[in-house]
């Protein structure tokens, strides 16, 4: 392991100089309360500018990220994306402006955030979009509170959601937040909704089904005709888990398809790198019946000027402060933009093309369940390897070896020791092949030296780790007294 940033410390070696102060300290101290004013420095490492440099250069090495390799965690599109939104999103006339500031003086980034969100109206089919949400599972319960609200207002707020037994786990805790219960529906041997479990479980007691399409299979919900006539006969409306995006950009607009509420997930297929935990954004659409519902403040265009409307009575009222996570929006605006329509449909295209050739390529090495063809990700099983005494978790460890991510496993939960794979549209043949290879080689490896799969990864920092006490105990906390 490397050595801690505290370990490189130095007494009074610094990295940076201060402009000499011009206010003595007596005069500011006068301003702060006493008690905030800390009595000995802050113990805090003393090293150069390199050395912060190159330690956090090393950090980042021992780590795996998107910028160092390929990374097809299904369900997550972990795609690269282009460095240009990050300078955008930095110019100071955007990343220096303070929600506080009047609307006189901010056009320009509400026009940003106004014609983002008619972008996104139009790419998805829906008739008004609120960007306020701050993620997908953030978009998920401000659209199940549309739905309640839409209930309410018709005199009875009804009592279930129903919901795919393929769905991500988000839907089903989203909705038992929002005071819902979750109903669970069976998928068919197609891997597509049953829609006789459907029809069994609906009544005037359904809310809405919330649908993931295509589904965490990476399959179209081609019944989806169907499915919304079905709704329709009992009142319940159509949620969209519109995280995956990626797979019908200029293909198919879930508005017209019927959906009535959808979420977008801006940090996955819109430019904005995820998966530390950063701020993301889950803007979510609306079919007319539920525009009145929408949160407050909406965003309105009064000929040439943009300004926030609160006059909404109907309204859910506020999900975020202020306006939602801007930053991301400034992201998801250029990338837009850079890309047209043209561009977004390539986008889907290569996303959907890449997960087929990917697919064609391990279905004689691992077990395929359900027929293809994929959208833009498919799910093997890992259940052949198992048999032979290799687990899908010690397949994935191995995988890390050649220098991969793992793929997304044991998710979906209805596919046995799932492999859960989205290579994304922005990786090339090549980057395909490679780990197509890998993936062979240790299918291989399974039969003819099962010992170097149970016992990988071989080359990475860090070995096995023990998962439960790395989450129950987290040692994160630099300890002086140990020095
Ligand atoms: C990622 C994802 C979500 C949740 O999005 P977060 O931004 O992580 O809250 C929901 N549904 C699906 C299908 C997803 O892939």
């Known amino acids: 392991m490397s050595e801690l940033l505290f370990d490189l410390s130095e007494k009074n070696r610094k990295g940076y100089t201060l402009p000499q102060r011009r206010v003595p300290q007596k005069e500011t101290n006068k301003l702060i309360p006493n008690e905030f004013i800390r009595k000995q420095p802050a113990r805090l490492p003393e090293v150069s500018e390199n050395e912060v440099v ?17 990374y097809p965690l299904g369900s997550c599109t972990m795609k690269y994306n282009p460095k240009i939104n990050e300078n955008v ?14 609307t006189r003086l901010t ?13 996104l109206r139009e790419i998805a089919g829906m008739k008004a979009v609120t960007l306020q949400p701050a993620a997908g599972a953030h978009g998920e319960l401000v659209g199940l509170m549309l739905i309640r609200a839409y209930h309410e207002n018709q005199g009875n707020p009804r009592q279930n959601i129903l919901i795919p037994d393929s769905a991500h786990g988000t839907n089903p ?12 529906v069976k998928s ?36 989806i005709a169907q499915i919304n006539n079905m709704l329709r006969e009992v009142g319940a409306l159509l949620y969209m888990d519109g995280a995956n995006l990626n797979a019908l950009l200029g293909i198919v607009r879930p508005g017209d398809i019927g959906v009535d509420v959808l979420h977008f997930n801006l940090h ?18 609306v079919s007319e019946k539920l525009i009145d519902f929408l949160p407050v403040p909406k965003l309105t265009k009064n000929e040439n000027e943009y300004c926030w409307d609160y006059d909404c009575p109907k309204s859910i009222g506020r999900v975020h402060s202020f306006y939602g996570n801007f930053g991301i929006m400034i992201r998801a605006y250029a990338y837009i933009r850079m890309l047209g329509s043209h561009g977004l449909k390539r986008v889907s295209e290569n996303a959907i093309i890449n997960a087929n050739y990917l697919m064609k390529e391990l279905e004689s090495h691992f077990q395929l369940p359900f027929a293809g063809p994929r959208m833009h ?20 460890k191995r995988i890390l070896d050649y220098g991969f991510h793992a793929p997304t496993v044991y998710f979906p939960l209805i596919v046995r020791e799932a492999i859960m794979i989205e290579p994304t549209e922005t990786e090339s043949k090549q980057t395909l092949d490679r780990f197509a290879a890998c993936m062979i080689d240790i299918a291989k490896e399974v039969e003819n030296n099962p010992e170097m799969v149970k016992n990988a990864p071989h080359t990475t920092p860090v070995s096995r780790l023990d998962e439960v006490r790395a989450i129950r105990q987290p040692d994160i906390r630099y300890n002086f007294d140990n020095t």
């Open 54 to 70: 190159r330690h956090f250069i090393a950090l980042s090495r021992l780590n795996h990220h998107v910028d160092k390799g390929f």
């Open 89 to 102: 999103a930095n110019s100071a006339c955007l990343k220096d402006l303070h929600p506080m500031q009047s």
């Open 107 to 119: 056009q320009g980034a509400l026009a940003l955030m106004y014609e983002l969100s008619e972008y």
């Open 173 to 184: 805790a989203s909705v038992t937040i929002s005071g819902y219960s979750a109903v669970q």
């Open 188 to 223: 068919n041997e197609k891997g597509l909704v049953d829609l006789e479990d459907l029809r069994s479980k609906l009544d005037e007691n359904t809310a809405a089904l919330m649908l993931t399409n295509p589904n965490t299979l990476g399959i179209f919900e081609t019944q």
């Open 268 to 285: 996955k297929s819109f430019s904005t790198p995820h998966g530390g935990g950063g701020p993301g954004s889950g803007p979510v659409g």
């Open 377 to 396: 990700e498919f799910v093997l099983s890992g259940s052949k390897q198992k048999e032979q005494g290799v687990s899908t978790a010690e397949i994935a």
